[in-house]
């Protein structure tokens, strides 16, 4: 089967330069694809120096839009996805299309703890595997690994959801379980990266915690609902049957509480309905 490789790149020249040349010797049929993200350097001239066609923008869009407009681009029935800015090691491509072999639909290079950013990401990515794990009841040993392999078709399917932003990992991994396609792990070391990161602290924060519920919506929003209106409605039961014991009344809290557990799980009801209905349309808009 034909290969693609797409790298997006935002000012990652240093990077191109350390990863062109090894995936040319790791992989020398494979296309190469280079998504310049509004580079204001030398990215694009280096990426066609060494092969690669270029995908470019005239500004940045953000990283999952170079994703998407990389998968587009792509000709080959498998894509692979690895970061230009040199952490990811052009020979464990080859690792990650052996398990496609084997049938999946996903492969994913799995980080260690080494291979994290620092401790608050480490420790971030591990919450979002935990809870992604629970979510569908399988082993997610790295959500947000930029790192995969995919089958091209069943990737194209789910690309209208993608973000722009980072967590283009997140929503094809939680698409690809919601959709019965399977998805496998290979554990892989990581390079530190050249050059710096664009991902800042605050900013990313805030969006780190957005993954938490978008993790549930592009799964099963009720499972994530649903605990929540049982907690209500405990808590609801438990202040009723003291306010019953001491003054011998139903409250306004009490009603409050009861409301807000039927309200939560209608909205977590409701919620998952229209996730189910957003897999069918992009489905059928597939097909």
């Excluded at 999946?104 to 990515?125: C, I, K, P, T």
């Excluded at 549930?216 to 499972?223: D, F």
Aim: proline letters at 4%.
């Amino acid at each position: 089967m034909r290969i693609s490789i797409v790298l997006p790149a935002k000012n990652e020249a240093e990077g191109l330069r350390r990863t062109l040349p090894k995936l040319a010797t790791c992989q020398p049929g494979a296309e190469l694809i280079v998504v310049d993200d509004g580079s204001t350097d030398e990215t694009a001239e280096v990426a066609r120096q060494h092969g690669a066609c270029v995908v470019s923008a005239p500004y940045s869009m953000g990283n999952g839009a170079a994703i998407k407009r990389g998968a587009r681009a792509a000709s080959g029935e498998i894509i692979v996805f690895m970061d230009a800015d040199g952490q990811h090691d052009p020979a464990h491509v080859a690792s990650l299309l052996r398990r496609m072999d084997e049938g999946y639909d996903m492969v994913v290079g799995a980080r260690d703890a080494s291979g994290q950013a620092n401790v608050g990401r480490s420790a971030a990515n591990g919450l979002y595997n935990h809870l992604a794990s629970w979510m569908t009841g399988h082993r997610i040993a790295d959500l947000t690994s930029g790192f995969r392999a995919v089958r091209a078709d069943r990737f194209r399917e789910f690309i209208h959801l993608l973000p722009n932003g980072f967590s283009y990992p997140t929503t094809s991994t939680m698409a690809f379980f919601r959709s019965a396609y399977s998805v496998a792990y290979v554990p892989i070391p990581v390079a530190k990266r050249l050059g710096r990161s664009h991902i800042k602290p605050m900013r990313d924060g805030v969006r780190f915690l957005l993954i938490i519920f978008k993790i549930a919506t592009l799964y099963s929003p009720l499972k994530l609902f649903l605990p929540v209106s049982l907690g209500f409605f405990a808590v609801g039961l438990s202040y009723y049957a003291y306010t019953f014991a001491t003054v011998g009344r139903f409250t306004n809290m009490s009603v409050l509480l009861f409301s807000a557990a039927v309200i939560v799980f209608l909205i977590g009801l409701i919620s998952e309905q229209i996730t189910g209905l957003t897999y069918l349309a992009a489905r059928k808009e597939h097909d």
